[in-house]
């Protein structure tokens, strides 16, 4: 039934959830380097392994949110979701309900997911490939 209504906007369902979720991502990473926006507690100190985080945060937060090269970068942020929470969730606890980690095992589900399916529609990708298949000759030429 939802997909006769909802299903023929699945490209723009899809642009959504990867746009809002490279966003959220994005944030995550602008607090632990600026704390921005204000979490309310003091800025965190980054040992190297959070600068590294905080810097794969932004790019592959901006990259995904925007639709450039969205695939390689949820892969990437993929992995640093399923490094955060094995170090640093897992250790407290079997289930992402005990330990806190449900936002980071989320997350790396949905960006694998992304990587699967790639930037989609609304993205600075499409706007590319559109480009170049405007932008070569005719076949007859």
Not at 29 to 58: D, R, W
Not at 80 to 95: D, I, K, N, R, S
Not at 123 to 137: E, F, G, Y
Request: glycine share 10%; charged share 10%.
């Amino acid at each position: 039934m939802t997909d006769r209504y909802l299903g023929r906007f699945a490209p723009q369902f899809y642009a959504l959830l990867r746009i809002v979720c490279g966003f959220l991502f994005l944030v995550h990473g602008t607090q632990k380097f600026f704390n921005v926006p204000a979490s309310g507690k003091p800025p965190m100190q980054l040992n190297a392994l959070m600068t590294v985080g905080g810097a794969i945060e932004i790019i592959a937060g901006l990259m995904i949110m925007i639709g450039l090269f969205a695939g390689i970068a949820a892969f990437v942020a993929s992995g640093e979701m399923a490094v955060a929470y094995f170090m640093v969730h897992q250790p407290m606890g079997p289930l992402p309900i005990q330990n806190g980690g449900e936002l980071a095992a989320l997350f790396c589900f949905v960006f694998l997911y992304i990587a699967s399916r790639g930037s989609g529609v609304w993205s600075v990708d499409s706007l590319i490939m559109n480009r170049n298949v405007d932008a070569s000759p005719p076949a007859n030429a």
